[in-house]
């Protein structure tokens, strides 16, 4: 019912000091989809979909906090879920990625792991989706926001078909995006939701510009 895309980066911050980031953002022919499938953290980053599992995004976390790699910490969790066929689930963290797909989530279905980003999706116009996804990430210019180039990726992936549903009209899309940063202004436009609407990636597209317009005044005003 979704597709979404994980990533890394590692940049230097305005200090000259190595920091990472990590981001994820989905779309699905539901609404809420941001309060169930994408996961962030200064640790990594997890999406959990299909027939969907929260739990696998929260503890995720939980246990990339605690240090295990990402692949022990998803294969664990997989391995204790009576679910597992049903799901869809994967990530990256500091070192790696994971990428799963169970045998019993609806065609097409699939997923795609690259050295610093993994991408899947399920009941999708075909596997395209997932390609074009991952090829408008790892194309993208590093000089702009990483939100608004997860927001590009789902546009390409949406090109392509998408979510095939399309007797479902009411859709929804988000992003998360965390770093090891310690910053004294978050900027406003890496966390954003888009619940219910029918043109969720342009509206997720819209609500990053307003939200990235909001960021830049409030420092012209505070900072």
Same mark, same amino acid.
């Given at each position: 019912?979704?597709?979404?895309?994980?990533?890394?980066?590692?940049?230097?911050?305005?200090?000259?000091?190595?920091?990472? /980031?990590?981001?994820?953002?989905?779309?699905?022919?539901?609404?809420?989809?941001?309060?169930?499938?994408?996961?962030?953290?200064?640790?990594?980053?997890?999406?959990?979909?299909?027939?969907?599992?929260?739990?696998?995004?929260?503890?995720?976390?939980?246990?990339?906090?605690?240090?295990?790699?990402?692949? &022990?910490?998803?294969?664990?969790?997989?391995?204790?879920? &009576?679910?597992?066929?049903?799901?869809?689930?994967?990530?990256?963290?500091?070192?790696?990625?994971?990428?799963?797909?169970? &045998?019993?989530?609806?065609?097409?279905?699939?997923?795609?792991?690259?050295?610093?980003?993994?991408?899947?999706?399920?009941?999708?116009?075909?596997?395209?989706?997932?390609?074009?996804?991952?090829?408008?990430?790892?194309?993208?210019?590093?000089? *702009?926001?990483?939100?608004?180039?997860?927001?590009?990726?789902?546009?390409?992936?949406?090109? *392509?078909?998408?979510?095939? /549903?399309?007797?479902?009209?009411?859709?929804?899309?988000?992003?998360?995006?965390?770093?090891?940063?310690?910053?004294?202004?978050?900027?406003?436009?890496?966390?954003? /939701?888009?619940?219910?609407?029918?043109?969720?990636?342009?509206?997720?597209?819209?609500?990053?510009? *307003?939200?990235? /317009?909001?960021?830049?005044?409030?420092?012209?005003?505070?900072?």
């Amino acid at each position: 019912m979704t597709f979404s895309i994980c990533v890394r980066e590692e940049y230097i911050d305005d200090d000259g000091d190595d920091q990472t /980031r990590f981001g994820v953002a989905v779309t699905t022919r539901l609404p809420g989809v941001g309060a169930l499938c994408p996961f962030a953290s200064e640790d990594g980053a997890i999406s959990t979909q299909s027939v969907t599992n929260v739990e696998l995004g929260r503890r995720g976390l939980d246990y990339l906090a605690d240090g295990l790699a990402i692949d &022990d910490a998803l294969s664990a969790l997989l391995n204790a879920d &009576d679910g597992r066929e049903t799901r869809q689930l994967h990530g990256v963290d500091h070192e790696g990625t994971f990428a799963f797909s169970g &045998d019993e989530c609806g065609d097409w279905y699939g997923h795609y792991e690259g050295e610093n980003v993994t991408v899947a999706g399920n009941l999708l116009a075909g596997e395209s989706v997932v390609e074009a996804t991952a090829a408008s990430y790892e194309e993208s210019d590093r000089d *702009e926001p990483l939100a608004k180039r997860l927001v590009d990726a789902l546009a390409a992936g949406n090109a *392509e078909g998408g979510d095939k /549903r399309e007797d479902l009209p009411v859709q929804s899309a988000a992003l998360v995006v965390a770093s090891t940063e310690d910053q004294e202004f978050e900027p406003y436009y890496n966390d954003l /939701r888009v619940d219910a609407t029918e043109t969720p990636v342009r509206s997720l597209r819209e609500t990053f510009h *307003e939200a990235k /317009r909001g960021y830049e005044l409030a420092l012209q005003k505070y900072a």
